[in-house]
């Protein structure tokens, strides 16, 4: 085979990133054992508890339950499982801002239940009294997202959750990307800070293991019992993934990861994406593109059209928010160097636009 995997050198969209080697050797060497059958495979099975351990740990959660799952959309889908499956309703909804990821739809259209997406505030973030006012007594999930997709901000965790409360419904984080930044931060966002039941937070974003290593927890183990199935041809005789059959490399590479870069790694790769998304803002601001305050290592800014697909065709690899802003993900293979050289090509786009729009 011929084909090449993707060079990171001009990715500047994509909330993946280059593994830690540690975690590339780890994931090589467990990639055939099968977490989806623990009694047959229990090497792997028991680095899975350390690895939901050590989420755990950086979650504030003394005594979680979960696993690891192949990403973010799985966690969601398995949050909203079992909070209809918990819940004493026949008309199952789900309340969460415009800002919540694609796997919501996914999970609602998959699972019967409704979905009330409700508008953010000017900040981007849920809107409280949208929220409340989209929550009624067949409410089973609220949702809050630390670290949105498009923007990178953090919803008022602790109040969602005490809306969730109120409504006795379970309340659902979704911490996929920002959870390996946000320790470093002031915000509230976990177990300890509120009243969550269940969070998505996935190492091979911002945590530098392999794809697909996704995690999801909860705080009771009702959730992962409501989630359990028989499995009777195993040697296991349930499991509450939502996947079959698993790779070990997920497993190990998220154990080699978290084990090699928390909490220090960890903090490094936070302060250097913040440091250069600020700088990438300052530098575009002073360029009079229109460039919003970063809150997590997220830059997203208004480019013309013409100037977004010239910067595509020199194959920088750049996306658009829903609402039309460019995003840069300042991802731990992110450097000041790549973003000199965006800048660079962006400088010279600009001026060839400019002058086209003057010949015309």
Known sequence: MDAAPQDFTRVLSSMCTVPHPDARDAATAFLTDNPGDPATY?????LEDEVVGMLGEITNLDEPQG????GGTEANIQAVRAARDLADTDNP???APQSAHFSFPKAADV????LRLVPVDDDRRANLDAVQAAVDADTVLVVGVAGTTEFGRVDPIPALGDVAADADALFHVDAAWGGFCLPFTEYDWDF???????MTIDPHKMGRAPVPAGGFLARDDAVLDALAVDTPYLETTGQATLTGTRSGAGVAGAHAAIDALWPDGYRENYERGMANARWLVSELRSRNYDAIDPTL???AFDLPVPEFEALRERDWRISRTAS??????CMPHVTREMLDGFLADLDDVRAGTTVSAREC
């Open 42 to 46: 229990p090497t792997v099975s028991e």
């Open 67 to 70: 696993y690891v799952a192949s």
């Open 93 to 95: 909804n789900v309340v």
């Open 111 to 114: 699972l019967g239940v409704e």
């Open 192 to 198: 300890a800070d509120a009243a969550v039941d269940t």
């Open 297 to 299: 290592p997220l830059v």
């Open 324 to 329: 039309g802003e460019t995003r840069v993900v």
